[in-house]
């Protein structure tokens, strides 16, 4: 008995080194996407399945039409956004500047330039570059067809190397965004595999004891992802929940006062809500430059509403997050760095799920009764006996 003990503390400690060297491998090789996708689908699969008696294959049938309908409307906004985010800043940014001046307020030079400036504008090709040094003249050939021929020459080496760049960039975004769906495709297929069949051993029970050190060790990894995924609806669900009234407030707020875009808006502050603390920042930035597109005067009173709706979230926070997660400030701000760091925009998204789950994990592992008892040692400068 007690060696059965042993052994199975043993494979505990194997399974969280397994999870420990999966983390490193997601950071390592930006596995984020398709961790995250996988652990949205299965928290969309069980919301789904809302009856034992409903068939597996029924509910999967809904999550792929609710899938569909997701990517339907990412794509919606992405396009809105590309086509009108330009003309946002071209109409809000020099509204900024005027705002600034009246008020004597130092902008940085890249916001304040004009082409009536003193920097003046940049030449963009080498012949216009050629054109304007002080020797052009000096240095020009004497023949007209040679010097023809040279800036002809530069010009088509010129557009060369911008039709290279161009095909680059192309290249890379293309290679990324396939990355990308090739990501959230596998998981996705991880997912609905998991839902239909949970089990890690094919040819065991799904109720049976381990025989085996396999079926262990299949057991307690199961356990350590099984806390995850309860990590994740913990903090994604009160996560999501404070999305949705956030976006409802805001939408009806912009198409009460008929601001533009609110396609941009509603899909922003849904996305962003995702992101805790910093997700709103980024929202209002947006939100308050689409508002001084149309006047001063929309973006303050874009500004005040959002205010408002801040202080109502400090309530909706401690109700439904902070009885939930209960984890300080400084802490949540911290992973949210190293996870931008390690893993990108998903990474700031997964960095509180994992927060939370090695919480949980350390959490349960109990102290001996002797090591409990045991008095906390005195603080710095403490000098009471």
């Not at 950071?27 to 009856?51: C, E, Q």
């Not at 021929?149 to 060369?160: C, T």
């Not at 209960?326 to 925009?345: A, V």
Request: glycine fraction near 6%.
């Amino acid at each position: 008995m007690t060696a059965s003990k042993n052994m199975i503390s043993q494979m505990r400690l194997v399974s969280y080194g397994f999870m420990l060297l999966v983390f490193i491998l997601a950071a390592w090789l930006h596995l984020a996407t398709p961790i995250l996708v996988a652990l949205f689908g299965m928290f969309a699969l069980k919301m789904l399945h809302v009856s034992p008696c409903m068939p597996k294959w029924s509910v999967v049938l809904l999550f792929l039409l609710l899938v569909s309908g997701v990517g339907y409307g990412l794509g919606r906004f992405t396009q809105e956004t590309v086509k009108n985010l330009p003309k946002i800043a071209e109409k809000s940014v020099p509204q900024l500047i005027d705002w600034a001046r009246e008020r004597g307020i130092d902008l940085p030079a890249l916001l304040d330039s004009t082409p009536d400036g003193d920097s003046g504008a940049r030449p963009s090709t080498p012949v216009e570059i050629r054109a304007t040094t002080p020797d052009a003249h000096m240095n020009a050939a004497p023949e007209p067809v040679s010097q023809g021929l040279s800036d002809y020459k530069e010009m088509k080496r010129y557009l060369i190397d911008q039709a290279r760049e161009k095909a680059y960039f192309l290249a890379g975004l293309l290679r990324t965004a396939s990355l990308q769906i090739i990501f959230f495709i596998v998981g996705i297929v991880v997912a609905v595999s998991i839902f239909l069949s949970p089990r890690t051993e094919l040819d065991r029970h799904e109720d049976a004891v381990p025989e085996n050190l396999y079926a262990l060790f299949c057991d307690t990894v199961a356990e350590r992802f099984a806390l995850l995924f309860g990590s994740f609806r913990i903090v994604m669900g009160a996560q999501l929940a404070i999305s949705l009234i956030n976006t409802v407030l805001t939408a009806g707020f912009v198409l009460a006062v008929g601001m533009p875009h609110p396609v941009i808006i509603i899909g922003v502050t849904f996305l962003c809500g995702l992101l805790p603390v910093i997700g709103n920042l980024i929202s209002n930035t947006v939100i308050v430059a689409i508002g001084l597109t149309v006047s001063p005067a929309m973006a303050a009173g874009a500004l005040a509403f959002l205010v408002a709706i801040h202080k109502l979230e400090y309530f909706l926070n401690s109700r439904i997050i902070g009885s939930r997660i209960r984890n300080p400030m400084w802490l949540m701000l911290l992973s949210l760095i190293l996870g931008e760091k390690l893993m990108g925009i998903p990474g700031m998204i997964l960095a509180p799920i994992l927060l939370h789950y090695v919480k949980s994990e350390m959490s349960r592992l109990k102290l001996p009764k002797d090591a409990a008892a045991a008095p906390a040692a005195p603080a710095a400068g403490d000098s009471t006996p």
